[in-house]
């Protein structure tokens, strides 16, 4: 099994910066990658980006040159670095990955951007 712990998601102004964190642990060493996707009210739920183990990164199209994924394989963390927030950046954002044919999600972190 695989447990995922999201953090660092807040209230920003329009323009600012927030850092989230999902540290990873379990089963760790069968994940081949680890996704940010996030959800808001009445809406699908849309990939923001995701990390493979080869370095690989790939990011969704509202998100491109403002975010930005990275890990700490030392900590089991990925995190993702937001910057020029808008306000519909604003959604819960989860974390995700796939060990063994098994989905797992995080609880989620509120990111919430103000006009």
Not at 42 to 60: I, P
Request: hydrophobic share 35%; proline share 2%; charged share 15%.
């Amino acid at each position: 099994q695989v447990h995922l712990v999201e953090s660092g998601g807040g209230l920003v102004q329009a323009g600012g910066s927030l850092r989230l964190s999902c540290a990873a642990s379990g089963s760790t060493s069968s994940i081949n990658a680890i996704r940010w996707l996030r959800q808001a009210p009445g809406k699908q739920r849309e990939l923001v980006a995701v990390m493979f183990n080869s370095g690989f990164t790939n990011y969704g199209n509202s998100v491109k040159g403002r975010f930005t994924i990275s890990r700490n394989i030392a900590e089991n963390t990925v995190n993702l670095q937001m910057n020029s927030l808008k306000p519909e950046d604003t959604a819960v954002y989860y974390c995700s990955t796939n060990s063994r044919g098994v989905n797992y999600w995080g609880r989620g972190t509120q990111v919430t951007v103000s006009s």
